[in-house]
């Protein structure tokens, strides 16, 4: 059944494989994101799907609140979201500011908790509802990631929050844990470390149980499944997709 769905940091990287992959799946696709999203939503729209692209600020409250007011204008009530707008602001502990703590908790954990808020509302007067949030290998823990580590472990707990809370009305939440993933952020953590990326990748994979770096489809096949009408016996979930056990 086509839905309308809200894809947070949907202008790249992981957040437009998502928007992409719902879209191939029949979904109404919002994508929201400071950045461009211009290619995200070309790219669908060139497929055959219908998307359109927002600016808006995950830690802004009243940023989330007109964003998702104008894609249920738009696009008909959001019943799906995927959280995964974030930023880095990486930093040993005795460098890094609060400035930098602060910022990065408000747009991953911050963010989330206002986008699902302000969907919840269409979610259980459709009843039905999935939501889908980006937590990360981090949160067990990474040198220089005091403020990321926090915000991907933060969003475990809320995401087993809300499934406790919002079950009831058919609502779903989950959480997905990727490893390392072929992205712009993962290329930026290793400009952050002075490393080369293919010898940084090399040294990645030689981690990893399957033999290979993750790429953001693999994400967005996960994401696919979570939001499926097949997965309503799934909640509360935090699925570590890094080609290898993890926790």
Same mark, same amino acid.
Request: glycine content about 12%.
């Given at each position: 059944?086509?839905?309308?769905?809200?894809?947070?940091?949907?202008?790249?990287?992981?957040?437009?494989?998502?928007?992409?992959?719902?879209?191939?799946?029949?979904?109404?696709?919002?994508?929201?994101?400071?950045?461009?999203?211009?290619?995200?939503?070309?790219?669908?729209?060139?497929?055959?799907?219908?998307?359109?692209?927002?600016?808006?600020?995950?830690?802004?409250?009243?940023?989330?609140?007109?964003?998702?007011?104008?894609?249920?204008?738009?696009?008909?009530?959001?019943?799906?979201?995927?959280?995964?707008?974030?930023?880095?602001?990486?930093?040993?502990?005795? @460098?890094?500011?609060?400035?930098?703590?602060?910022?990065?908790?408000?747009?991953?954990?911050?963010?989330?908790?206002?986008?699902? &808020?302000?969907?919840?509302?269409?979610?259980?007067?459709? @009843?039905?509802?999935?939501?889908?949030?980006?937590?990360?290998?981090?949160?067990?823990?990474?040198?220089?990631?005091?403020?990321?580590?926090?915000? @991907?472990?933060?969003?475990?707990?809320?995401? &087993?929050?809300?499934?406790?809370?919002?079950?009831?009305?058919?609502?779903?939440?989950?959480?997905?844990?990727?490893?390392?993933?072929?992205?712009?952020?993962?290329?930026?953590?290793?400009?952050?470390?002075?490393?080369?990326?293919?010898?940084?990748?090399?040294?990645?994979?030689?981690?990893?149980?399957?033999?290979?770096?993750?790429?953001?489809?693999?994400?967005?096949?996960?994401?696919?499944?979570?939001?499926?009408?097949?997965?309503?016996?799934?909640?509360?979930?935090?699925?570590?997709?890094?080609?290898?056990? &993890?926790?």
């Amino acid at each position: 059944m086509a839905r309308t769905a809200i894809v947070t940091g949907g202008g790249r990287g992981i957040g437009a494989a998502i928007a992409k992959k719902l879209a191939a799946e029949g979904h109404r696709v919002a994508v929201l994101d400071m950045g461009p999203t211009e290619d995200t939503v070309a790219a669908i729209t060139a497929a055959g799907g219908e998307a359109i692209g927002l600016d808006a600020d995950v830690s802004d409250e009243t940023s989330v609140n007109g964003a998702v007011a104008e894609v249920a204008d738009r696009l008909g009530a959001p019943t799906v979201l995927i959280n995964n707008a974030g930023i880095l602001r990486d930093n040993l502990l005795f @460098k890094m500011t609060y400035e930098e703590f602060e910022k990065v908790l408000s747009v991953h954990l911050g963010g989330a908790f206002l986008m699902a &808020k302000a969907v919840q509302e269409h979610m259980v007067a459709e @009843k039905f509802g999935r939501i889908v949030s980006m937590s990360s290998t981090s949160a067990l823990g990474n040198r220089g990631q005091t403020n990321y580590s926090a915000a @991907k472990a933060g969003i475990q707990g809320m995401t &087993k929050t809300w499934a406790i809370e919002l079950g009831k009305f058919g609502i779903t939440a989950n959480a997905i844990a990727p490893g390392f993933i072929e992205t712009d952020m993962t290329k930026a953590t290793a400009d952050r470390v002075g490393v080369d990326f293919e010898d940084f990748k090399k040294a990645a994979i030689s981690q990893i149980p399957v033999g290979r770096a993750g790429h953001p489809e693999d994400i967005a096949n996960t994401a696919a499944f979570l939001v499926s009408e097949g997965a309503g016996f799934v909640s509360g979930q935090v699925i570590y997709v890094a080609g290898g056990p &993890k926790e």
